[in-house]
């Protein structure tokens, strides 16, 4: 049975920083991505940043140049850096992985108010 544990989220102030991080209970080698998504209230899930075993990474413009995906895979642990929070980036953050199907972790709020 696949399972993702997600840890890291939060109350921050704006300009503050968090940690996200996401574990699958499998092998790297089971993985083809991880990627990390969010939804805000009364909004649609979006994708965030994305990453592959190999390194390779993609984010939204939202986020690019704040936000630092990167990916342990001895662990098979995603990492989501998060700097320079806004109050837009608000929401319930998922973890996803692409291996064999498609899974999805609990959710993690961040909130970031002054």
């Known amino acids: 049975q696949v399972q993702l544990v997600e840890s890291g989220g939060g109350l921050v102030q704006p300009g503050g920083s968090l940690r996200l991080s996401c574990a699958d209970s499998?092998?790297?080698?089971?993985?083809?991505?991880m990627d990390w998504y969010r939804q805000a209230p009364g909004k649609e899930r979006e994708l965030v940043a994305a990453?592959?075993?190999?390194?390779?990474?993609n984010y939204a413009d939202s986020v690019k140049g704040r936000f630092t995906i990167s990916i342990d895979n001895a662990k098979t642990t995603a990492y989501l850096q998060m700097n320079n929070l806004k109050p837009e980036d608000k929401a319930v953050y998922y973890c996803h992985v692409l291996s064999y199907g498609s899974y999805w972790g609990q959710g993690t709020l961040v909130t970031v108010s002054s």
């Open positions: 990453i592959t075993p190999g390194g390779s990474t």
């Open positions: 499998r092998s790297i080698l089971s993985i083809n991505a």
